[in-house]
């Protein structure tokens, strides 16, 4: 079917300073990872004509389609004029199975193909609206919608309980460490900064190691792949020799919290000088130190204390004076880091939930709205409607 019979292209245009409404969505709050608008902006923000949506309407980028930027409106308001406001004709689409369609590879693949310009390739409805796509019947939207929004809904939920676990990370660890009921204590107190390096007299040239840099911290905690060097060719800041139960702090940029712990150390590992590594005294206390280094605290910590524009750093130094506030008892201790421990791996968990439905999302989408999903979806019709024939032939006939 052609796309201008599947749904119409809303270009209600109002000037914001006009519009009766407190919401304007503009490219920027269109988020590539989700059907959803999780923030949004005031008209005041913005001059010039905008188009209007209304609650169930689908708000398209059409201004560089590759960015797959679309999402559902939940409420009234106004959006930018590189968008494009889409609503279901519903006779033909169903409202709840439009945004998957919009969202398919299918849909988004013609999209792209059809953008005109160069800097800004956009999207005219003309050119849109006489595009033709497989579209299956009314129920089968339904049944496919059902499934997809299932999915979503899993996905969504998750990504609330996220939020509200870091939120209680957070909280936790500014009513534990920062208590001033317990003693202030210097990071350099409560572990060595480890300065054991590789000597180039002493190393063999065919030593072998795996190294982490910066680049390797591919998110806060989490390491990726490591690559393996001998001593010989290994990058000349790979020095800093790692030990099991040490942390990591890259020293430049700490805003983007390139911290990671080593735990079960079954390989040698060597890191770069851009690190400050961290041996605490014991586990209870390694496990403390690291998520304090995740606390608004130390991050105001080392925004006051870095030097330098392009690459801001802080000093090994620098870190061994950040202080946390720990109990004198020991059991104290491992109850904090305990309880702390236990509300990250449960963020973890939720981080891997999310990872999973969120390839569970792809996997179903690929298998209902693509072309070949189409096409088995009528071959299998056909056939049933062969069999049918076959079995009842009078019936089909009078049908």
């Known amino acids: 079917m052609k796309f201008g019979d599947i749904a119409q292209n809303v270009a209600v245009r109002v000037d914001p300073a006009k519009a009766n409404t407190d919401i304007y969505v503009g490219l920027e709050h269109l988020d590539p990872s989700t059907l959803h608008l999780r923030q949004w902006g005031h008209p005041s923000d913005v001059t010039g004509q905008k188009l209007v949506f209304k609650k169930g309407d689908v708000i398209f980028g059409r201004r560089r389609a590759y960015q797959r930027k679309l999402a559902i409106a939940e409420f009234d308001g106004i959006c930018s004029a590189h968008a494009m406001v ?36 956009t999207i005219n409805w003309k050119t849109l609206c006489i595009q033709e796509f497989p579209l299956p019947p ?20 998750n990504i609330s309980l ?55 911290v591919i998110a806060p905690k989490t390491i ?49 000088t851009g690190f400050v590594v961290l041996s605490p005294k014991s586990r209870a206390i390694g496990s403390i130190l690291f998520h304090a280094f995740f606390s608004k605290r130390f991050e105001d910590f080392c925004e006051a204390r870095v030097t330098g524009t392009s690459y801001p750093a802080i000093s090994a130094k620098d870190i061994g004076e950040f202080k946390i506030c720990i109990s004198k008892n020991d ?7 305990k309880a702390i421990d236990a509300i990250d791996e449960a963020i973890a968990n939720i981080d891997f939930n999310i990872s999973q439905l969120d390839a569970l999302k792809k996997v179903l989408a690929k298998k209902t709205l693509s072309e070949d999903a189409y096409a088995q979806q009528k071959g299998l019709l056909r056939r049933q409607t062969h069999l049918l024939q076959l079995l009842h032939p009078k019936r089909m006939a009078d049908e």
Request: charged share 30%; hydrophobic share 40%; glycine share 2%.
């Open 331 to 337: 059991e104290a201790v491992t109850a904090t880091a």
């Open 162 to 216: 996220k939020q509200t676990a870091q939120k209680l990370y957070l909280a936790t660890i500014e009513h534990r460490l920062f208590d001033k009921a317990n003693k202030d204590v210097k990071v350099e107190e409560l572990a060595t900064i480890n300065s054991a390096t590789l000597s180039e007299s002493r190393t063999p040239p065919d030593y072998r190691f795996k190294y982490l840099d910066i680049g390797t």
């Open 86 to 121: 889409v609503r279901a004709k519903p006779k033909v689409i169903l409202p709840e199975y439009l945004p998957f369609f919009l969202q398919s590879d299918m849909f988004m693949k013609r999209a792209i193909e059809i953008s005109v310009g160069s800097l800004s390739p």
């Open 224 to 272: 990726g792949e490591l690559s393996c060097y001998s001593f010989s060719d290994a990058p000349s800041r790979a020095r800093r020799v790692v030990e099991d139960h040490d942390i990591l702090l890259s020293t430049v940029r700490p805003n983007l919290k390139s911290f990671v712990r080593v735990e079960k150390l079954k390989e040698v590992i060597i890191a770069s």
């Open 138 to 157: 009314l129920e089968e939207q339904k049944r496919i919608a059902e499934i997809l929004w299932a999915a979503d809904n899993a996905f969504e939920y």
